[in-house]
């Protein structure tokens, strides 16, 4: 079986499209850090260190240092797929994560993009 071609891809190549995707809708670097803070567990420093060191998706998602339970609550569609139905589970983190940036993009409020199992 062939690996999708985003496993290898530098995390750091996708960021600025991240940052460039929310900052076109009025939202913040910061905001698109917070998304990734809370799907991760990274803290600024450890996410500076990622995309100094160039790791992969693949490597960005496995060194995660603590992925949030919350994130099976994220669904919908992505790219024509429904996330919660992705079978390959790194496909579903970086689908997430993809989603999270999109409803951001879209102008969700965080409070609601980050979600909470209460």
Not at 6 to 33: C, G, H, M, W
Not at 64 to 76: D, E, F, V
Request: charged residues 35%; neutral net charge.
């Amino acid at each position: 079986m062939t690996q999708n071609r985003i496993f290898t891809t530098a995390f750091a190549s996708v960021y600025p499209l991240y940052v460039k995707k929310a900052e076109k809708k009025n939202r913040t670097k910061q905001e698109v850090d917070e998304i990734i803070h809370w799907l991760t567990g990274y803290s600024p420093s450890q996410l500076e260190q990622q995309l100094e060191k160039e790791v992969t998706f693949e490597e960005f998602f496995k060194e995660a240092p603590s992925l949030n339970p919350a994130r099976s609550l994220i669904t919908g569609v992505i790219c024509g797929v429904r996330v919660e139905t992705i079978d390959d589970k790194l496909m579903r983190e970086i689908r997430y994560l993809d989603k999270l940036i999109d409803e951001l993009a879209k102008g969700k409020k965080m409070e609601k993009i980050l979600r909470s199992a209460d």
